[in-house]
């Protein structure tokens, strides 16, 4: 029964893995390529994603689903509920839902401008070729929230959510809580000491996630305001 975290770079998606699975029942894998191996094992000949997905078949569709369970039940044989935070499989969770019905999916978001600038901020060693222009991570941030609002719209309720990370900030146990009765788990107060579980963290954000929460990293808009019109511009633009 995995967990899909899904949503932008820097947008709190380590914490919300690092709440989850600091739960007796569940265990984070990071950001594992484990659907994308599957896709490929039913890929359908020279077509391109997505245009292939439309000739699988319900056999194929069910068959990326097993392979995809046989994955991570061999990351995690004992675990209730798995953590899946590969932020690239948002481009997948139509696939994703029809492949693996009991699934659940996180969206994970955070203060666009504040996203985009922490994004910014780091060296990403690859996998983010749009984070080192302020105009394209405006443009690509609109873009990923289009496909997102699309996918909130056709899946059910009760297999997507979206989360704020402002909100897990403002009030830590009560959006624990949320997360862990939305993935089906008795609640487990050791959600609320995130910090203190050792996993291993291979994300930007692994010294943040051994530390109590604060909201400091919200404040540098600020001071930065005069070099954002090409961010600003980008995430106000219209469409066209």
Known sequence: RPIFIVGMPRSGSTLVEQILSSHAGVSGLGEIGAFG????????????????????SP???????????????????????????MLDNFRYLGLIAA???????????????E???????????AGYDFSYDLGELGRYYRAHER???????????????????????????GQSRHLAAFCGLEWD???LEFHKNQRQVRTASKTQVRQPLFDGSSRRRAALAPHLAPLLKALGADDE
Not at 48 to 55: D, K, M, R, T
Not at 115 to 125: D, E
Not at 149 to 172: F, K, N, Q, S, T
Request: glycine share 6%; charged share 25%.
């Open 37 to 56: 191996k599957a896709m490929r094992g039913d890929g359908a000949g020279a077509l391109a994603f997505p245009e292939w997905v439309q000739s699988l």
């Open 59 to 85: 056999a194929q569709v069910g068959r990326v689903g097993a392979a995809y369970a046989r994955n991570i039940r061999e990351l995690a044989p004992a675990a209730v509920r798995a953590v899946d935070k």
């Open 99 to 113: 492949a693996l019905p009991k699934a659940r999916i996180i969206h994970i978001r955070r203060d666009p401008v």
């Open 115 to 125: 996203t985009c600038l922490s994004c910014f901020s780091k060296w990403f060693a």
């Open 147 to 173: 496909l997102m609002g699309h996918w909130r719209a056709i899946l059910p309720a009760e297999m997507l959510i979206a989360v704020d990370y402002e909100a897990i900030v403002a009030d830590l146990e």
């Open 189 to 191: 107060r050791r959600c």
